[in-house]
């Protein structure tokens, strides 16, 4: 619910924003409604893209576990152990940078900016190295865990 | 995982709700703006006449602009028009003058070897040479190195028996014109002189004191330097007198 809160209070700022830029409290409102409608979608993904990550991670340590037992023994690790492994941190990256991607997009489609395209296109890229980052922090999580409980 | 599932349901249930405002929102909006008159009309009667003013002197200065544009446009027409008469005009003038130029220097050359050099010279001095060609110049320059020379020669003679008979008229108009034609022969001098004492005879005594003084003053070893000084002296006393 905090997160909620968060992107809620964030679409005000961007709303507040945006009136101080347009003077236009219909594009201030729109501006609000997109940037809290693209965050919700970023922290409606954020969840998905951490479990297809988890996973993938966990599966790979599985089969290589197989791999060193030469398929003898089948190692099976609690994947819900590890569910809410940096949750918040995802999903608050994700809806951030959708709600700004959002924001991007009305003012590209208003006014025409080719800058924002490129700013557009550079959210986008943030988010990519960004998920690079995420899954290497993770997988080394899991491992150090996972060495512990030996 | 009730955890996720409870996020995951928080934040369908936002989308769905910021879809719904959303739409919604816009319905309302449009629905406001269409169905309150009142509303529009007053902002748009505050906003009305100034729009309405502001299209009215838009209108004026639109017709302002295309009326000093037509003005401007059929201006440029009679500059135009006036410009090439001027142009016609300049070239048929300047036309008529080369030819007027080239007839002359014909006659001067019909002249030049017919011996006549002073009318051939009166026909050469008369000749704008900027007007000729290449080839008229040259001919102009072969005709007057010799023409001048021979005029003024022929001129002096003319002059100077003219004066001998007390002609002065035609004694002062020779030898002006010998004169003006050659200034570096051997009988200048003596075409000033004569003609200072013809002036001095006609009467025209300040003609003749300043064509004595100018023979003084141009060719300082004159074999007429006394002749001229006793002309000065004869021209002051009849002054004083």
């Not at chain 2, 070239?91 to 006549?116: S, W």
Request: glycine share 4%.
């Amino acid at each position: 619910m905090m997160l909620l809160i968060v992107l809620f209070l964030s679409a005000l700022l961007v709303a507040g924003v945006s009136w101080i830029i347009t003077k236009s409290l219909v594009i201030a409102g729109t501006a609000m409604v997109f940037s809290f409608g693209f965050g919700c979608i970023g922290g409606l993904i954020a969840p998905y893209v951490q479990s297809w990550l988890r996973n993938k991670i966990i599966d790979g340590i599985e089969l290589t576990l197989l791999s060193v037992a030469d398929g003898r023994k089948k190692y099976k690790i609690n994947k819900q152990r590890y569910e809410d492994l940096h949750f918040e941190q995802n999903v608050i990256v994700f809806q951030s940078v959708l709600a700004l991607i959002g924001v991007c997009m009305l003012f590209v489609t208003i006014y025409k900016y080719l800058v924002l395209y490129f700013v557009i296109l550079g959210f986008f890229i943030f988010l990519l190295l960004y998920l690079v980052y995420y899954y290497k922090m993770i997988k080394n999580d899991i491992y150090n865990d996972l060495i512990n409980r030996l | 995982m009730v955890k996720r599932e409870e996020h995951i349901r928080r934040y369908s249930i936002a989308l769905v709700i910021t879809f719904v405002v959303s739409v919604g929102g816009y319905f309302i909006y449009r629905s406001l703006y269409d169905r309150i008159p009142a509303y529009s009309n007053k902002v748009s009667n505050e906003e009305q006449t100034k729009i309405e003013d502001l299209i009215r002197e838009n209108n004026n200065l639109m017709d302002e602009n295309n009326n000093l544009k037509e003005q401007l446009a059929e201006k440029e027409k009679q500059f135009q028009q006036e410009l090439e008469r001027l142009s016609n005009d300049e070239m048929n003038k300047q036309k008529e003058q080369i030819a007027e130029h080239m007839d002359k220097l014909m006659e001067a050359q019909k002249h030049f070897y017919a011996r006549q050099y002073v009318q051939c010279a009166e026909y050469l001095e008369t000749i704008d040479t900027s007007l000729l060609g290449d080839k008229g110049k040259n001919l102009y320059d072969q005709l007057a190195s010799t023409a001048f020379a021979k005029a003024a020669q022929e001129l002096y003679y003319a002059g100077n028996n003219e004066f001998n008979k007390g002609n002065y008229q035609n004694a002062i108009h020779k030898l002006k014109k010998s004169y003006d034609y050659q200034k570096t022969q051997y009988f200048s001098d003596d075409s000033l002189y004569f003609l200072a004492y013809a002036y001095y005879k006609n009467g025209e005594y300040e003609k003749a004191k300043e064509t004595a003084l100018k023979l003084l003053q141009d060719y300082p070893d004159t074999t007429y330097k006394k002749g001229a000084n006793i002309l000065l002296s004869k021209i002051d006393n009849n002054n004083q007198q």
